[in-house]
């Protein structure tokens, strides 16, 4: 099981489709405070279907109050950014490490970044490309993930 950390997400209905994609990939999803929605708004509900009372959720008041709890998997943090040039498939994920997402318009806070800048990753993109939608780029470094682990994730054993 991997964690998906959202940090300050912006936009309802990504936060839905990450965890319908949590769901189905039986990885907890932690959402950091503050957001620009209320976790029960309908967006987020409507865009993760009828998976949300499935999923394993946690909502942190704080990035502080996150790192607190869980500073001692710093060295298993991964930063999804377009700072790094280090693509997200040459990075060695394990099963139960933490993949974080910003904002969908302001990414990760580069004090956070730099605690493991050795695990900040990007996802290439052609030369016109900024960004990518957020639920997109969970799907992607998520996927690979479970792709580099594949034979060791009970969730997949019957595969």
Known sequence: MF???LVHPQIPQN???IGRICVNTDSKLHIVKPTCFEINDKNVKRA???YWHLLDVTVWESLDDFM???EQYLDR???ATTKSKLPYFDAKMKDGDF???GGESTGLPMDLMQKNWNHAITIPMGEHGRSLNQS???GIVLYDAIRQNFKELAAFENF
């Open 77 to 79: 943090f991964f930063f």
């Open 68 to 70: 607190a709890a869980n």
């Open 48 to 50: 993760g279907l009828d």
């Open 3 to 5: 964690n998906i950390v």
């Open 99 to 101: 993949l974080f997402f």
């Open 136 to 138: 997109v780029a969970v």
């Open 15 to 17: 936060t839905g489709s």
